[in-house]
């Protein structure tokens, strides 16, 4: 165990948290900061159901321990959730049938957005852009009709 | 189909924003850490077994062995071969030795590690068959010939039949293991008290059965033990009822503390209940001109080391889709096999999916050595609106040929002759039920409370459990039409056995019909009764309209009607409660009877490339056609067959849960692969909407029937496109490559 003290900046906050440098960011943000948005699915990169933001970039955060996310902004679902234009998604995914058990959804959500903000990430399709994420109830065709829909109501432009 | 309103309150808006909490967010004050010692062989005896040191580790409040619980006979089935820790021997590796409750998981670690333990190994039998043989090592003791159950149908005259028929296809055809692929990890936080009982927050689907089940393990009234469900993150059978739930009770009660057991995904995966793999010896003798004269079949269900819900999907092999195609005489045998392996359970579609997988290939090499297109041979044998099945099925409406029809011109059917090389166009076919009569022999049907309150909102409470299908949103949807109200203000309520109504539970593709009736007779009822206190409060020209009660230009809101029921009633709350009880009949001994209320079908078309050099199968289309009665939420009723087609394809294409000698193969997301977003082609889909005189507003199940005829199109349209008929599953790249050589 390598005990320290911690410096997360985290949905715009600093975090002082201790513990082992090594734990995954995951358990940080769900155990530390009681952030239970962001779901432990594998525990090794797989599932994508613990994917937050990591200066704009989709991260597993199973995988990243949490000292090397010091000096980086982290984002989970928590705070894209209070953002005036993630309304849009969200009510495009409700209206797609985007999510049914919901377990992958913040996940999701959370690569979606990052997506619809930089679509040169994953080669520019939007299916690729999910190649991170599983999802075993919807069989993504909904997700992506949400992603299309949100676009298209921008009049296909970037939002 | 009824028109979208208002965004509902219930469970959709709260996952997309990642603020539902389940199982995995939940924590009680003074929750201790649980993990258990398993068995690492197949067939053992156990010679040895010290925790003493075990239990000397700091931080560690319990350690239990089979000492420490009761031992009674209890199981989710008539077939009671549970236990809550292996006694003298264990059956299948993952069997449960022991658990520890401790303060941390370091601690449950280290306490697990010091468990001494010393084992005989037996001879142990991981095929089905192997273990019917007479000379089979005894897995239970008593169990004939290690066969539970022997399943035997009859009907006709098959030696006729034989003797008529001008051509016979037959087979030997194998579905495999298949992890469910939950995303959230089984799991349960267990917490006893003298005064409560046991409370168990476990994401059963089934949690009166779940109770049931739990409460005689332990000797306890049912009324001791109480189920509270939180959101579900995916199940598909595989969190119905679950050893974990029993053992971390055990550590509560011993221990007096609430404890948390969450599995990992690798310990989810090796000790994983994963659909029970079939095989099938099938043949099918049809007339000249394609009339199906009968059908015979042998299936070998692998349960595992323990009956779990194998029994039920071998019943649904045997049988149900005689009630899709008249086949003439029919004879079912199956053998439901221990082995020592890890039990088996019920997945989407059990039983019946299977079985299509192998009927269906069967007859599209019926209709090649016919000379007739496979669809015509389809329509040529169907069962029909008004008939009663050769089981027993009472079909009030049935529009198959519809389906059968839409299908052929929404895929472009006649395509099939003309397609390029390597590609191919496979049609196949399902039937299923909405609800199941012998789930629970003593009564099927559904109850529903309904109440308005003091703010105007109308609440719901069922027993039946929302597992992100869309129960919520149905039922408000339902109660919407019928009261005239917004969906918005209509809160569905359920998942607590404590609290709730007593319900069957979500699966036999229950919870729109079901409870969906019971919603419905709620909604009347409230209505009649809104209605009489309208009259009583304003006379007789108040009349209860639109969600409002108008009298004299006035309107008054939900919200005035609850304040005049509470000042009429003692401050008591207007609530109604209505059980609906389907007019089905319990199957006899030979599987006859009418067991559902109705009958949902479907017909599909797959559509794929198969590239010769590589055997890989690449999905081009999909078409998905279903008679569902009245499509009563088009949004989740289209993502619910998205996403069994999703699933489907998976297994046929992807999926296999190797467990070889006891031993799981590839317990990880990585080496088990399941679909991604670009193994999915376009779903194109279609619904032939004729109401059904016994499901609420016309509605028949969807849940299953939309997985059912996956295998089989898939299956149909790589025989079509390789000339290569494949019978074991999956049909992955290697194996159809191997096909192709051969």
Redesign the interface.
Known sequence: MHEHQLNLTINGCENKVSGDVTQPLADVIREKLGLTGTKIGCRTGECGACTVLIDGKPVVSCLVPAASAEGHDVVTIEELSQKDDFQRLVQSMLETGGVQCGFCTPGIMVTLWAWLQDRSLFGGDISSALKNNLCRCTGYQSIIAAVEQVIAEEGGTRI | MIQTQK?SKN????????????L??MNLPGQLVGGTFRSPYPHARITRLDVSKARAVKGVAAVLTAEDVPHLEFGPTKYKDWNILAKDKVLFIGDEIAVVAAETREAVDKALSLIEVEFEQLPAIFDPEDSLQEDAVEIHPGVERNRPMHVLVNRGDMDQAKQEAHIVRSGRYHSNRIY??????VGVLASWSDEEGLTLWAASHIPYRARETYAAGFGLPEDKVRIIVP??????GSKYVLKLHVTSAALSMKTGRPVKMIL??SEDMLTAHPRVPLTYDIEIGAAADGTFLYKELTVYGDAGARIYWSPNVLATACTRTDCIYNFGAIKAEGHLCYTNSSPTTCMRGFGNAETLFAVESVIDELALGLGMDPADLRMKNIVKQGETTVHGYKLDTCNLDLCIDKAKEISGWERRNELPANRGLGMALANHVSGFRAIDPRFDGSTAIMRINLDGELEIETGEIE????MSVTYARIAAQILGIPEGGIIVKSGDTGRYPFGIGTLASRSTVMGGNAVMKASQEMQRQIQALATQVHGEGAEFRDGQVHSDGKAFTLKDISAWYRARHAGEEFKVKETYVPDTEMPDATYFGNPSPNYPFAAHVAEVEVDPDTGRTRMIGYWAVHDSGTIIHE??A??QV??????GIGWVLMEDFQVEEGVVRNP???DYR?????D?P??DIAFIQEPDPNGPMGAKSLGEVALDPVPGAIANAIAHATGKRGTRLPLSAERVWNMLQS
């Open positions: 965004k469970d959709l808006a709260a996952k997309v924003t990642g603020n539902t909490r389940y995995h967010d469910q692929g939950h995303m959230e990890p959101p579900i993150g995916g199940s598909f990992d995904r597992l992100g299908q869309g949004t989740m289209k993502g998205i996403g069994a087609v999703a699933q990880s997301m990585m399941m679909p991604g977003a670009h999915i376009h779903v």
